[in-house]
């Protein structure tokens, strides 16, 4: 998802000020809580239709909902070929069909509003009303992993690779650096005990609260700092990050119902927010945003995705929100890598009219990716990088050879 740039590189302004954000075919569900990609699909979990899925990057959206015994679908994951849906009172559900069918993976749950979702390597991460569970084995079986937790209603969860954060309704942010095996309160200068959603983008860590805007970690959650300055509505609900340019998607005004329950006391205008400075200073990016209850923000390839409180799924190309980042629309005859520096996912973007040898490796010369690709209408791979080590590596198709940063 880059065009030989490195983000590092890339302007700090936003330029396209004009630029409007596009509706899709929305799944009219009133409420888009979750995007969840697997491959070349990308799914949206809503509040009351279950889940759908977009196989054209979130231009047209079609039911996906079949097997699911209940349709608030507040979180979602993937793991490989499998899709994880976590649901406001029947627990989990997986997937290993592009959401043609959905069966209950619930063994060991002992709750079953499943608020938050993540996966770290092979290993799946759910949190509930009654804490955090983990399953190895692709939700066959679930285990719950407490310790030291001093508040149980987990909200949000984020992961580095090594370190663990959980976010709860009541009792703020908590670390583990073993895995779950134990977790300690990180409180210091966060002022707000209800974190709706974690992003963890690069040696930083932001927290978005309840109530209290974004709070910025550089030592891994020990101290913590506001950084809410230009945000009209502090009620964050959502943060994604496109290389060293940082998205918030916040709720609309008054109060509003948090993920599994919470209050959300934030008010004024809200949307959708960028900042370009580690959340220091953020600016709106609504134009032509009508609703600006965001819920969820997702990146898919070259664009912002954006789930509203209405049902609405709105999506805008990031070339016209963040200069520097390749077009769109550019000649997909091109070779673009994004994001560059990636955490999980790396996402290849060319078009090959014959069989093409993709081959990855770090600068020992080890590979660490080798895939041969064939035509299939599609200009978009996306590689799992989530279990790479942090460093450089070097990409090579057809000679051409590309630098990669693993953050």
């Not at 066959?140 to 663990?164: C, P, Q, V």
Request: proline share 2%; glycine share 14%; hydrophobic share 30%.
């Amino acid at each position: 998802m880059k065009k030989k740039i490195l983000f590092c590189a890339f302007s700090l302004v936003s330029i396209y000020t004009n630029a409007q954000w596009q509706q899709t075919n929305s799944p009219n569900s009133g409420g888009i809580n979750c995007f969840a990609n697997t491959s070349t699909y990308l799914f949206a979990g809503t509040d009351s239709l279950g889940t759908f899925l977009s196989t054209d990057n979130g231009d047209s959206w079609a039911v996906a909902a079949s097997g699911l015994s209940n349709k608030t679908v507040k979180s979602m994951t993937s793991s490989g070929n499998n899709t994880f849906a976590g649901t406001l009172g029947s627990g989990t559900f997986l997937s290993s069909d592009k959401g043609a069918s959905w069966k209950s993976v619930n063994t060991g749950l002992t709750n079953s509003n499943i608020n938050a979702l993540m996966t770290n390597s092979s290993t799946i991460f759910a949190g509930t009303n009654a804490g955090v569970f983990t399953s190895t084995d692709q939700g066959s079986t679930w285990t719950a992993i407490n310790k030291g937790l001093t508040t149980t209603y987990i909200a949000s969860l984020a992961t580095d690779g090594t370190n663990l954060y959980a976010g709860t309704y009541g009792g703020g942010m908590f670390l583990s650096t073993d895995n779950g095996g134990s977790w300690n309160a990180i409180n210091s200068g966060l002022g707000s005990d209800s974190i709706n959603t974690i992003l963890i983008n690069g040696s930083n860590v932001f927290a978005g609260t309840n109530s209290s805007g974004v709070y910025m970690s550089s030592d891994n959650g020990s101290n913590w700092q506001s950084t809410s300055s230009g945000l009209t509505n502090t009620h964050v609900w959502s943060m994604v990050a496109s290389g060293s340019h940082i998205f918030a998607g916040t709720g609309g005004g008054g109060k509003h119902n948090g993920t599994g329950g919470g209050t959300g006391g934030g008010k004024g205008r809200g949307g959708i927010f960028l900042s370009n400075n580690n959340g220091l200073t953020w600016t709106p990016e609504n134009n032509g945003l009508p609703k600006t209850d965001v819920r969820s923000l997702y990146i898919s390839g070259l664009y912002l995705i954006a789930g509203t409180a209405d049902s609405n799924v709105w999506k805008q190309p990031l070339s016209a929100l963040i200069s520097g980042t390749p077009e769109a629309n550019t000649a997909r005859t091109e070779l673009h890598i994004y994001p560059n520096p990636a955490s999980e996912n790396l996402i290849i973007q060319f078009n090959t009219k014959s069989k093409t040898d993709i081959v990855i490796h770090n600068t020992l010369g080890k590979i660490v990716f080798r895939e041969t690709w064939l035509p299939d209408g599609s200009d978009q791979h996306i590689i799992d990088a989530s279990n790479w080590k942090k460093g450089v590596y070097f990409l090579n198709i057809d000679n051409d050879v590309q630098k990669l940063i693993k953050d």
